[in-house]
């Protein structure tokens, strides 16, 4: 089975700093998605960024990028200039890209930003 | 605005109670889903409808029981639930069933008392 560690329950930066989440995965597939999802105190769950794997790319959105690493299984979120709007929990995702299947979540990173 | 809704955002019900959660999404998409979210656990996934018609149920106990009448109206029916069933319920939806772009709403945090 599929599962999805995130091994910082809790993180803070300074705002207009870097920081970096981690996400690490385990999987015996080849093709799959990777994810990045935000929950705000709204509750709401926002995709955050994409990545499939068989791109070798990592995949950027505006202030927000990833380092995708296949062989170590590793996933981290980038958050460079970082607003207090960032504050929220954030959830590193896997999906294999076979069949219909689930996402598979990790217990998220709770982020606070320090003005 | 993500286009998903959720009613109600809080709910407190006792034990023998029967309530019912809703979920509406108005961007059009074929899929709905209801996700459970306990603290300090990964979020769970709970059923999946793919044009009203449920495709997976990953062991949800009977006391949970969903209603999908329309692609865009998503229904969680509850009766006789326990304290443990208290967490935060999230709906989402996609253009797909599974497909990897859910869109998710605010959530219903439960409390069984």
């Known amino acids: 089975a599929q599962t999805v560690t995130q091994s910082q329950p809790e993180m803070s930066v300074q705002e207009a700093e870097t920081v970096t989440l981690s996400c690490t995965y385990d999987?015996?597939?080849?093709?799959?998605?990777l994810f990045w999802y935000k929950q705000p105190p709204s509750r709401q769950m926002i995709l955050v960024i994409r990545?499939?794997?068989?791109?070798?790319q990592n995949a950027t959105e505006n202030r927000f990028s990833v380092n995708f690493q296949k062989a170590a299984k590793s996933f981290s979120l980038k958050i460079s200039d970082s607003q207090l709007g960032d504050a929220a929990m954030y959830f590193c995702?896997?999906?294999?890209?076979?069949?219909?299947?689930?996402?598979?979540f990790g217990k998220g990173t709770r982020l606070s930003v320090i003005a | 605005e993500t286009g998903v809704t959720q009613t109600p955002r809080h709910l407190v019900m006792g034990m023998t109670n029967k309530k019912s959660l809703k979920c509406e999404q108005h961007?059009?998409?074929?899929?709905m889903y209801w996700y459970k979210q306990s603290a300090k656990k990964p979020l769970e996934l709970m059923f999946v409808?793919?044009?009203?018609?449920?495709?997976e149920n990953n062991s949800v106990p009977s006391r949970f029981s969903p209603e999908c009448p329309n692609s865009s109206h998503l229904f969680l029916h509850l009766h006789t639930l326990q304290p443990e069933d208290s967490a935060l319920y999230l709906c989402?939806?996609?253009?797909?069933?599974?497909?990897?772009?859910?869109?998710f709403g605010p959530g219903t945090r439960l409390t069984v008392l």
């Open positions: 989402a939806s996609s253009q797909e069933r599974m497909s990897d772009t859910q869109y």
């Open positions: 999987t015996s597939e080849s093709d799959y998605y």
């Open positions: 990545q499939e794997a068989y791109k070798q």
């Open positions: 995702a896997y999906r294999r890209g076979s069949g219909n299947t689930p996402l598979v």
């Open positions: 961007l059009g998409h074929n899929a």
């Open positions: 409808y793919n044009f009203k018609e449920q495709t």
